[in-house]
């Protein structure tokens, strides 16, 4: 299986920036396409960025042209940074991994935006 440790979350005023890094371990041979997510108290889990095995990149409409994900396939990690952060962005955000039918998560990472 896979497992997925994510890092980097905080605490930050608006405008600031803040890189999550999520490190895959296990049968990392099998992912296909990582992303991350994020969840608000009282809200669904939605996709904010997600990187394919070929580079290509998806982003939320909400965070296009302020946040940016990449990996690091020697590190096996993916990278989230985000800039001109808004208290909207507040959440919890998970790292995902998607391959062979299999879907793993990461414990998530707190990131708090303030006004």
């Known amino acids: 299986q896979v497992q997925l440790v994510e890092s980097g979350g905080g605490l930050v005023q608006a405008g600031g920036s803040l890189r999550l890094s999520c490190a895959a371990s296990?049968?990392?041979?099998?992912?296909?396409?990582m992303g991350w997510y994020r969840q608000a108290p009282g809200k669904q889990r939605d996709m904010v960025a997600r990187i394919i095995n070929g580079g290509s990149t998806n982003y939320a409409d909400s965070v296009k042209g302020r946040f940016t994900i990449s990996r690091d396939n020697a590190k096996n990690t993916v990278y989230l940074q985000m800039n001109s952060l808004k208290p909207e962005d507040t959440a919890v955000y998970y790292c995902n991994a998607y391959g062979f039918g299999q879907v793993y998560w990461g414990q998530g990472t707190q990131v708090t935006v303030s006004s």
């Open positions: 296990g049968s990392i041979f099998s992912i296909n396409q």
